[in-house]
């Protein structure tokens, strides 16, 4: 029999605990590029998995992936968090390999977690962007968020340079719904 050809689309899921070491990889191929995170390599990667095993433990924060299922073993290719501050605001971070992005996956992975955000009872979700992340920030607007302020050389970077960041919200209604 022929093999099967490579996926082309992903399922969006709740990550698991076999997920954990695929989420790590996932974190370490995008810091990797250097442009896009906060996150730099080479980072503890043990400290990271702890990190998202915590998020997988908590009620207040929820961990999807987007999976291209190779036949029937996982393949993440892409991940988002959320986590409900005591405040009411979720804050999003995400991630999709170089190699999977300009297919919608970021979309739907934006979509799911807004959606989970809206379900936990947040009022407002919220992120942060390098100014110059023009995919991010283009999918961000298209979902609604806007620009509120921005943090002016506010991060050092390991090579010293101090970077700004834009903080981007989107109002969720008051009855949950997105
Ligand atoms: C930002 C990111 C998550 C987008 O995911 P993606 O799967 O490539 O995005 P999608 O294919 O779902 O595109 C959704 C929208 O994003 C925007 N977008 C995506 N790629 C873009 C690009 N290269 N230039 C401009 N806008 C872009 C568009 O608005 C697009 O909608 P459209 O296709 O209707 O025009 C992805 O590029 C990524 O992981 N980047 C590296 C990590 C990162 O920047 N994380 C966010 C840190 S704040």
Redesign the pocket.
Known sequence: MPDAPPPTSTVIRPAVSSDLDALVDVLWA?AAEGR??GAEVPFDREERRRRFADMLSSAAAELLVADAQSADTADIV?FISVQVAGYGVADIG???LESW???????ALLASAIEWAARAGAHKVA?E?WPD????I??YR?AGFVEEGRKVAHYRRRDGQLWDSLLMGRPLRPDGRR
């Open positions: 995008v896009w995170l892409g995400m991630a999709i992005r300009g297919r919608g996956t970021g979309r992120l962007v992340n023009g995919p991010a283009g999918l298209s």
